[in-house]
């Protein structure tokens, strides 16, 4: 069965304080791994999509990397308002098949 | 903004009951996806639609249906409602059936059930 586990659950971070996040997959062909955030009772915003093991990709001060069986969210110095829960999602080699979501990580940044 | 917009944001009702919720996708996009989003299960494929017709099937009860229309807006329909159904609803969309197109998600409609 296809699955995706991010890690940890929950941190707490102090503004300045660079660290990361975990996703790890188990599946059966990805396609795609995808990365959103999710501010409280708002729909995931799209972060980034990485298709192959050595990919990055950047964005403020996020950094998105991926291995074969895991990927991993880097936050460098973050501040207050990178507050919110992190989505990783799978794309799997089934025709017709959606995302498959992780349970996310919920980041509090306190100043 | 992300361009998928959903209505009604907030939906009270009892159970037993039937809702319908709505989506507009973004302009252009032929796939739509609905998922449900509950504290204890996170974020769960229900259903895609592709230029309106039925493309897949997830974790969707039977009380459960949806359609696209002509205009790509796509509607879910809720019934015989449960407590459980209690959840946020999103929709997404995305340009077409290409595995590796992002899905943009719309703010969501949350469904109390009482």
């Known amino acids: 069965e296809d699955q995706v586990t991010q890690s940890p659950e929950a941190l707490r971070l102090q503004e300045g304080e660079s660290s990361s996040l975990n996703c790890s997959y188990t599946?059966?062909?990805?396609?795609?791994l995808f990365w959103y955030r999710q501010d409280p009772g708002k729909g995931p915003e799209f972060l980034f999509t990485?298709?192959?093991a050595g990919e990055e990709k950047e964005k403020e001060r996020l950094k998105a990397t991926l291995t074969k069986k895991e990927s991993f969210l880097h936050i460098t110095a973050p501040k207050p308002e990178d507050s919110a829960t992190y989505l990783c999602?799978?794309?799997?080699?089934?025709?017709?098949?959606?995302?498959?979501f992780g349970k996310g990580t919920t980041l509090s940044v306190s100043s | 903004d992300s361009g998928v917009t959903q209505t009604p944001k907030h939906l009270i009702t009892a159970t037993g009951q039937r809702v319908t919720l709505r989506c507009s996708p973004r302009?252009?996009?032929?796939?739509v996806y609905w998922y449900q989003q509950s504290l204890d299960q996170g974020l769960q494929f229900l259903i895609q639609?592709?230029?309106?017709?039925?493309?897949a099937k997830g974790n969707i009860l039977e009380r459960f249906s949806a359609q696209q229309f002509p205009d790509l807006h796509s509607e879910l329909n809720l019934s015989s409602l449960e407590l459980g159904d209690s959840a946020l609803y999103f929709c997404?969309?995305?340009?077409?059936?290409?595995?590796?197109?992002?899905?943009?998600f719309g703010p969501g409609t949350r469904l109390l059930v009482l």
């Open positions: 997404a969309s995305s340009g077409g059936t290409a595995d590796q197109e992002t899905q943009y």
């Open positions: 599946v059966s062909g990805l396609r795609g």
């Open positions: 990485l298709y192959s």
């Open positions: 999602a799978v794309h799997v080699n089934q025709a017709g098949t959606a995302l498959i």
């Open positions: 302009s252009g996009d032929l796939s």
């Open positions: 639609y592709y230029n309106g017709e039925e493309r």
